[in-house]
């Protein structure tokens, strides 16, 4: 697969997001890592790039406008934290994720309280952290990563993954109806 060179990203776009400020979890790789190559494209001033492997997200580092954050996305004081370090954010792309295969009677209370906590807690954190800012700064976006193992059927050795997308559905709708009249989508 062949990979763009940091200015060939830089230049292309529309400029959709001309002077945004730019958070994505899951950084380093997959969708994480095309949607922070894509806001840059678009013309973000800043992207906040979270990932827990610090080798990958390194690579990141040859974009100009990527700060890069080592970050467990399950620890949600070190996700406060970031959000008191950092100004307003235009958009807020949450979208880390795991898999859990099996089905309820092969989940163990562990796997199913790991997949709760990387999914939809995770998400819970972000927001609540960086909500605040947003709300202060008159408005922004909010993007939860779900997937049609919930929307549209559930999908075969993946319930506790489909639990954990339905619950993102639902924590998504919740906030947008709770605070589109403060400006966030």
Not at 36 to 51: H, K, N, Q
Not at 57 to 82: P, Q, W
Not at 148 to 173: D, F, M, N, P, Q
Request: aromatic fraction near 6%; proline fraction near 1%; glycine fraction near 10%.
């Amino acid at each position: 697969m062949a990979t763009s060179t940091s200015s060939e990203t830089e230049k292309k776009g529309l400029g959709r997001l001309k002077g945004k400020r730019c958070l994505v979890t899951a950084a380093a790789q997959g969708i994480g890592r095309t949607t922070v190559e894509t806001f840059i494209r678009e013309g973000a001033s800043l992207v906040v790039a979270v990932d827990i492997n610090a080798e990958k997200l390194e690579e990141l580092r040859a974009f100009s406008v990527v700060d890069i954050r080592v970050l467990d996305v399950r620890d949600g004081v070190a996700i406060h934290k970031l959000a008191e370090e950092l100004d307003a954010l235009d958009v807020l792309f949450n979208c880390a994720g795991y898999v859990q295969a099996g089905n309820i009677l092969e989940t163990s209370e562990e796997r199913w309280d790991y997949s709760f906590d990387v999914n939809v807690k995770s998400m819970f954190h972000f927001i609540k952290a960086f909500l605040p800012k947003m709300i202060a700064a008159g408005g922004g976006s909010i993007i939860n990563m779900s997937s049609v193992a919930s929307t549209i059927r559930g999908i075969e050795a993946r319930c506790v993954y489909g639990t954990t997308k339905a619950a993102v559905i639902g924590l998504t709708k919740g906030v947008a109806r709770d605070f589109v009249q403060k400006g966030i989508r």
